[in-house]
């Protein structure tokens, strides 16, 4: 029998750029922004090495240097230690993501803003919802969140994008949109998001641990991937825009059947834990960073996503302008 030499599309640099069924370049990521109304230069945040707080009036220069390298697009997080049991600045006009919003259309107009839509940064429960004798309020979460998009629509976002996981947030958001005069605006929905322990260094970033209990009750539990698709399939019929699968690298094998189900965008949100494996890793000498970043971005869009949210963004562009394509 003739051997199989599949080594001979392996042989060289070139000839593994030209056969590789993943093309990864910067236009497919997007940068996650943290922006803080008590910051007034940039904070550098322990939990996430090579990340800041960042004052609103000095975002766009963050904003800049991303579009200077290829990356098309930012989500913007609000932080704030001015929390109440309303979560009144997540929809304040000059709350931190919307002067935040504000400074980034300003000073890049072509970037596309995706704003986070999600309570958990605003509440003094430190949950994504309203609280009421200690349960997370579905029904008056939703109106609150939909207050939140609007908001973050009339700062300037192109895309709002509900993190909470509380059922029928998304036909809310498109309603109370809609009924604003803001058919444009999209929707970008968490729409398989996993109560997962991957967000640990965010909820430090962000300042949002709950004050009690956790988030199982309504994100979703790791072992439930049908529950992952229906969640998806709802959040379509509801009006959403694109889809997203959170955290992505576990989460490879949802991203690909919600791909070979749905003719949908889909994004894939590389979480901050997912990031902070690798640096510690790389820190310590156990691996390379690039090669590992980039092996793990190219895994995502392997699986199905079109773009990836990323701690990495701005690294990988970098590395990829630089010729670092190679995942071996």
């Known amino acids: 029998m003739t051997v199989k030499r599949y080594r001979r599309l392996r042989q060289s640099e070139n000839i593994r750029k030209l056969v590789a069924e993943t093309r990864l370049d910067p236009s497919r990521l997007v940068l996650p922004i943290f922006v803080s109304d008590e910051a007034e230069k940039e904070i550098p945040l322990e939990s996430m090495p090579g990340h800041f707080h960042w004052p609103s009036n000095r975002v766009g220069l963050l904003a800049k240097q991303a579009e200077s390298l290829g990356i098309p697009g930012v989500l913007v997080f609000g932080v704030t230690e001015n929390k109440d049991p309303l979560a009144s600045q997540a929809y304040a006009p000059d709350g931190p993501a919307q002067r935040a919003i504000a400074e980034i259309k300003s000073s890049t ?8 839509t999600c309570l958990c940064g605003y509440t003094d ?37 509900p993190s909470d996981m509380m059922d029928g947030r998304v036909g809310a958001i498109r309603r109370a949109l809609d009924d604003e005069g803001f058919v444009d605006t999209g929707i970008m929905s968490y729409a398989a998001k996993f109560a ?41 019929e509801e009006g959403a825009d694109i889809i997203m699968v959170k955290p ?31 640096k510690a890793a790389a820190e310590r000498g156990w691996m390379d960073e690039r090669r590992a970043a980039l092996e793990i971005l190219g895994s995502m869009v392997r699986a199905g996503a079109d773009f990836v949210i990323s701690y990495h963004a701005l690294d990988a562009a970098g590395w990829m302008q630089e010729g670092w394509l190679e995942h071996s």
Do not use: W
Request: net charge negative.
């Open 248 to 278: 992505a690298l576990v989460n490879l094998d949802l991203i690909q059947t919600a791909r070979e189900r749905y003719d949908v965008p889909i994004s894939a949100y590389n979480v901050s834990g997912e990031y902070a494996m690798v």
């Open 196 to 236: 997962s322990s991957m967000y640990g260094p965010f909820r430090k970033v962000a300042n949002s641990s709950p004050a009690f209990g956790d988030r199982r009750g309504y994100q979703i539990d790791p072992a439930s991937t049908r529950q992952g698709l229906l969640s998806i399939e709802r959040d379509l």
């Open 125 to 161: 429960s430190g949950h994504c919802g309203i609280v009421e004798d200690d349960k997370v309020l579905n029904d008056a979460s939703v109106e609150v969140i939909a207050r939140t998009a609007v908001s973050q629509a009339r700062a300037g976002a192109d895309f709002v994008s």
């Open 109 to 116: 107009p072509g970037m596309a803003i995706f704003a986070d």
